[in-house]
């Protein structure tokens, strides 16, 4: 007759097949988790760089003595000596 594997064996590669896919799918959520991350904070840099950006134009456009067009986010001339 053929050896038969002792029953404890098979409780050992059924416990070392559970670890690894349980590791592997620990993993998968881990490197998600990341990338989400990552996502997120790239979108936060834009933003901040983006409202850097705006405040550094408005800022020039009063020391140019024009107006803030807050509707447009444009900077327009100066209502200052209009018409007569």
Request: hydrophobic fraction near 40%; glycine fraction near 10%; proline fraction near 1%.
């Given at each position: ?18 670890a690894g ?10 490197d ?29 456009c009063?020391d140019?003595g ?14 200052r000596?209009?018409?007569?």
């Amino acid at each position: 007759m053929g050896q038969m594997i002792a029953p404890w064996h098979l409780l050992l590669a059924g416990i070392l097949a559970i670890a690894g896919v349980t590791w592997l799918v620990h993993e998968i959520r881990e490197d998600g988790a990341r990338s989400l991350a990552n996502a997120i904070e790239r979108q936060n840099n834009d933003a901040e760089n983006s409202a850097h950006e705006k405040r550094l134009e408005y800022d020039s456009c009063l020391d140019a003595g024009g107006l803030w067009d807050f509707s447009t986010g444009q900077c327009s001339r100066s209502a200052r000596g209009g018409r007569h």
